[in-house]
């Protein structure tokens, strides 16, 4: 290992130089082969690059969380503004029709809960041929940095990304923040590039201060997590600044369900992710589509 002593805190990112993308349209891929390529594709828009998550693998360490009660009556209000359904195999198989015509990104470890003082012990739940079998677009895998269960997590996320090479499957490393740890740009530089030079293909993180940096420093594309619940508006706002600043979309999931309004939200948060617009053009969106409801 490097000695760590006098190693300066990096501060050179050319934030005004694109990265290289070859010739491709999901950063840090164009050298992969042809069923990544795909399966990136089925995430990531083409046109835009970028892609609307919507998670709602909560109930994996959470049980059935406030707006989630009844996946099967949610989840078609939302297809017309998702790309991607990010779920446990569970939800998935029981609630969620395979004919939905969306990319999935599913939840492969777990192993924790909500009666648990330290969240940061997980397994791989779900194998290899079982993400085959339900024609996942990625598997996501949540990494402890910094925490007790760092390194198993990071076991974890090296075991998928192993087996997901050898099948052609992205897997994409979730950025959780322990108890002990604050939410800071230094601690999001440091965890998305670990997980990035671990391999993961895409990487799922919170937003923050210099998130621009953190973008440039980070070689796959970073999809932003929504967090707790915030009004509408301010959740739109953290959504156009997440792609403002170089994010490749949004993987939300208390802001959207658990708005009075999910569909409407879901649409409000694609007109920032696909369309270019900002967060005052989206809630006034927003706020047409509740009012043509009512
Ligand atoms: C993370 O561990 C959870 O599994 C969720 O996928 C994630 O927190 C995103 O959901 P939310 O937008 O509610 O934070």
New binding site residues.
């Given amino acids: 290992m490097a000695d760590l002593d006098n190693f300066k805190i990096a501060k050179n990112y050319h934030l005004d130089v694109p990265f290289e993308m070859g010739n491709f349209h999901v950063k840090g891929s164009a050298h992969l082969d042809w069923g990544m390529k795909k399966r990136l594709s089925n995430l990531f828009d083409p046109k835009s690059g970028n892609t609307v998550m919507f998670?709602f693998?909560?109930g994996?360490?959470m049980g059935s969380v406030s707006g989630l009660e009844r996946l099967d009556i949610l989840i078609p209000q939302l297809l017309d503004s998702v790309d991607v359904l990010?779920g446990t195999r569970g939800a998935l198989r029981t609630s969620v029709a395979p004919a939905c015509g969306k990319s999935i990104a599913l939840?492969t470890t777990s192993g924790s809960s909500m009666l648990n003082d330290d969240l940061s012990h997980e397994i791989i739940a779900v194998d290899i041929q079982d993400a085959v079998r339900m024609n996942a677009d990625c598997m996501a895998v949540?990494t402890f940095i910094g925490a007790d269960g760092q390194l198993s997590s990071l076991d974890n996320l090296s075991r998928t990304i192993n087996e997901g090479l050898r099948y052609s499957i992205p897997t994409m490393g979730?950025i959780?923040v322990g108890k002990q740890l604050e939410r800071t740009d230094r601690f999001f530089k440091l965890a998305t590039r670990i997980v990035a030079e671990l391999g993961a293909n895409l990487i799922?993180t919170y937003y923050c201060d210099n998130f621009e940096e953190i973008v440039a420093a980070c070689p796959v594309p970073i999809v932003v997590?929504?967090?707790?619940k915030l009004p509408e508006q301010e959740a739109l706002t953290l959504a156009y600044q997440s792609i403002r600043d170089g994010a490749h979309g949004l993987?939300?999931?208390?802001?959207i369900f658990q708005s009075q309004y999910p569909a409407q939200m879901a649409a409000a948060i694609r007109k920032i992710v696909h369309e270019k617009a900002t967060d005052k053009e989206a809630y006034e969106f927003y706020l047409d589509a509740i009012h043509a409801k009512e």
């Fill in positions: 998670a693998d909560h994996y360490f990010m939840r949540q979730v959780a799922k997590a929504g967090g707790k993987d939300m999931g208390r802001n």
